[in-house]
Each structure stands twice: as structure tokens, then as C-alpha cells.
């Protein structure tokens, strides 16, 4: 026989069993309203290279990477204060001539693709160093001990997106700096699995086809390494193009990488110039149109539904309830 010493099994009223288990740490369910927690708390958003670049050239004055680990400006939303979708993190970074930022792994996978980036830029991920030009997207993947150089003589600026949000949700954040902060390189790569250089990426675009769906123009995904939790993927949008809508269980993080136009997110219109970003939360229907001749970068969290039995993609007359 189990006893109850709290008084939980002799109570008379609803409002004293609320008490009797309130010390406990336990709750009535029925208190809760159902479906009051169903997702949905994030925001369709917009956020502009212009302001990241201003907000970053101040950044450059004020704080140093040695006091601050990296000099990075995050994307928030209101539906939680640490991510840009609830999976996802997209900062704008800023590395001055001269600095370098310490070396670290998080769990946390990351990547970044290059905006103003001159020569002499890179990331040493494990002692490699991976030289990072416009556009290229350099992986760090989870675990990877990581930081950048700039031996150049221009200002560097890259987005960096982090599964990060996600990593925390499980309580599966965990950070460690590298021992004496900076790491040595002890081999420069030409050519590394984690490089996506941009005249790859740029000659295999021209040779794609229109993908048939009509969501996604001329499309290349990035998967020569996979990574368990992000999808990368380009998409060539040729000028006058207006992507078929869609709605996905996936959260997306498209980056204007090249032209202008404006994705359309749950209704609503955000215009896009190089380096900005649109975030299409989950479930939410999305379009995409081209003035010019355009080209998206999409961060999706689609392998990371996809395992776990929870990637849906709904044509535009459905929506996800
Ligand atoms: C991080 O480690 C980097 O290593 C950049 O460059 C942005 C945003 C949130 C958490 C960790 C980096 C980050 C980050």
C-alpha cells in the first residue's frame, strides 16, 4: 500500500488538492487547457543585412572577440528570445583585420555562409584551415573544435546558423573552449567535404533544371556531408519567377544570396536584398518571387523532422492544423 504523507488522498476540495500537490511539483492536467500548448508561437520575420552590417561596424568599435567570445548579432523572434525559428539560430558575424576569435565545439552544428569577405578570411575547424570567400558555405558540424581568422586587411562579415535552439530544447547544449583558446592550423585545405565553394555551387546551379513542383526554381542541395539536423540547399530563381506555395512541417531560413524580391510568409509580403533573412516557420505557407535573377539559400530542419517521423509538406490549398 502506498501511504500518502502529503495528505493528497484525503483531501475534499479540488482547490486543497491543487495544494496538497502544489509543494509536490505536480500539477492537476485538467487545470491545462487542451491544445494550449500547440505550437505555432513563432513569428513569420524579416531581418536585413543593412541594419546586421551597421549594428556589426559599431559591434566593431565597442566589444572585441577576446572579451566576447565571437562579435555576432543574433536574429530573435518574439516566439523565443534565443532563436530565429524554434530550431534555428542565424547571427550576422563581423571579424576585423587582425583578430581572430577563440576556438570552441558545441554540440550545436553550425555552418556559415560568406557575405563581405575578403582574402586571408578562415575557420580552422580541427586544425584545418578552410579558407572562406562570398557566398562559399563552410560547415562546422557538431562537436568540431572551431574559430576564425581574418589575416586580411578588409572587414569580414558571414551569417552563421547553429541548430543551437534545438540542441538546448533537449537539454543537449553543451560547450567546451578550446584548452589555451586559440587552436593551430596544422593543414590548409583546398578543397575539404565542409567547403561549398560558390563557383561550384554557382556552375552547378546554371546546369540544374527547374525543379517540377514549382517551389523550389533551379535547386541544389548541399549534401556532399550531411548533416543529421539542417538541410542546405540553393535555389537559381530566374527573373519574373513566382515559386508555387507551399506549407511544411519543416522550418525554413531562406538568405537572399543574390538578386531582389520578396518572399510571401503566411500572407505576408518581406522584400530581400542580398544578405537579408526571411524565416518561414513550421507550418506556415511560403512563396518566393524574383525581380531579377535571384538565388536563395535555404536552412531547413527538414532531416532532423524526417527522422523523428514528423516531416509533412502540404500544396498551398492545405494547411497544417
Ligand atoms: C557560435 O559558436 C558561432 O562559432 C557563431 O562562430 C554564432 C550563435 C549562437 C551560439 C554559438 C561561432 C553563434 C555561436
Not at 519574373?240 to 537572399?256: I, P
Amino acid at each position: 500500500m502506498l501511504s500518502s504523507p502529503a495528505g493528497t488522498a484525503t483531501v475534499e476540495t479540488l482547490d486543497e488538492l491543487y495544494a496538497a500537490i502544489e509543494p509536490l511539483s505536480m500539477d492537476a492536467g485538467w487545470r491545462r487547457t487542451p491544445g494550449a500548448r500547440a505550437s505555432g508561437t513563432f513569428e513569420p520575420g524579416r531581418w536585413r543585412y543593412r541594419d546586421g552590417h551597421g549594428a556589426l561596424e559599431s559591434a566593431g568599435r565597442l566589444i572585441s572577440p577576446d572579451l566576447s567570445e565571437r562579435r555576432n548579432i543574433l536574429l530573435t523572434n518574439s516566439g523565443g528570445p534565443d532563436s530565429t525559428l524554434v530550431t534555428l539560430v542565424c547571427a550576422y558575424q563581423l571579424v576585423l583585420p587582425g583578430e581572430r576569435a577563440r576556438s570552441h565545439r558545441h554540440t550545436a552544428g553550425a555552418l556559415r555562409l560568406g557575405l563581405d569577405v575578403g582574402a586571408g578570411v578562415y575557420t580552422i575547424v580541427d586544425g584545418v584551415r578552410l579558407d572562406m570567400h562570398p557566398n562559399d558555405v563552410v560547415l562546422t558540424p557538431s562537436w568540431c573544435w572551431h574559430g576564425h581568422r581574418n589575416d586580411g586587411d578588409q572587414p569580414a562579415y558571414w551569417l552563421d546558423y547553429l541548430d543551437s535552439p534545438f540542441c538546448r530544447s533537449i537539454d543537449q547544449y553543451v560547450f567546451e573552449p578550446f584548452p589555451g583558446g586559440y587552436e593551430d592550423v596544422t593543414e590548409t585545405a583546398i578543397t575539404s567535404p565542409y567547403v561549398y565553394p560558390w563557383h561550384e555551387t554557382k556552375a552547378a546551379l546554371a546546369a540544374a533544371a527547374v525543379d517540377p513542383s514549382g517551389r523550389y526554381g533551379r535547386c541544389v542541395v548541399l549534401d556532399r556531408t550531411p548533416l543529421d539536423t539542417m538541410r542546405l540547399s540553393m535555389h537559381a530563381l530566374d527573373a519574373g519567377t513566382r515559386t508555387v506555395a507551399f506549407s511544411t512541417s519543416a522550418n525554413n531560413l531562406y538568405t537572399a544570396v543574390e538578386g531582389r524580391g520578396r518572399s510571401v510568409i503566411d500572407g505576408r509580403a518581406f522584400e530581400w536584398e542580398r544578405g537579408d533573412i526571411v524565416a518561414a516557420p513550421s507550418g506556415k505557407s511560403q512563396y518566393h518571387e524574383a525581380d531579377g535573377d535571384a538565388v536563395l539559400f535555404c536552412v531547413s530542419d527538414e532531416p532532423l523532422l524526417e527522422r523523428i517521423g514528423l516531416l509533412r509538406t502540404l500544396s498551398e490549398e492545405k494547411s497544417i492544423g
